[in-house]
């Protein structure tokens, strides 16, 4: 069984800057690609940034030049550090890793994390 879970949201001001963290628990072999995405308040989810397993980055234009994805394969892990936060951050941050191959030879398509609230205050 693997599970994904996301640490690090918190209500924070504008201008300050928070760091994501997700992981894959159980025993995985490979995952492809893992990112976020989130969902505001009163709207729908959208894409925040994703990170192949060769390192390309992909980010939505909203948050390009102020955040980062990174990946530590190791650790089967994905983090985001976001940097100059304003309150449309604010949002429910849901950590997903798709073609995951687990040691049991399983393939899971995707999965997706709990999510993790983050408030940006004015």
């Known amino acids: 069984q693997v599970q994904i879970m996301e640490s690090g949201g918190d209500l924070v001001q504008r201008g300050e800057s928070l760091r994501l963290s997700c992981a894959a628990s159980?025993?995985?072999?490979?995952?492809?690609?893992m990112g976020w995405y989130r969902h505001p308040p009163g709207k729908g989810r959208e894409f925040v940034a994703g990170?192949?397993?060769?390192?390309?980055?992909d980010y939505a234009d909203s948050v390009k030049g102020r955040f980062s994805i990174s990946r530590d394969d190791a650790k089967n892990s994905v983090y985001l550090q976001m940097d100059s936060l304003v309150p449309e951050d604010t949002a429910k941050y849901y950590c997903?890793?798709?073609?995951?191959?687990?040691?049991?030879?399983?393939?899971?398509?995707?999965?997706w994390g709990q999510g993790t609230l983050v408030t940006v205050s004015s």
């Open positions: 997903y890793a798709r073609e995951v191959v687990a040691r049991s030879g399983d393939l899971f398509d995707e999965l």
């Open positions: 990170i192949k397993s060769g390192g390309i980055t």
């Open positions: 159980g025993a995985v072999v490979s995952i492809n690609v």
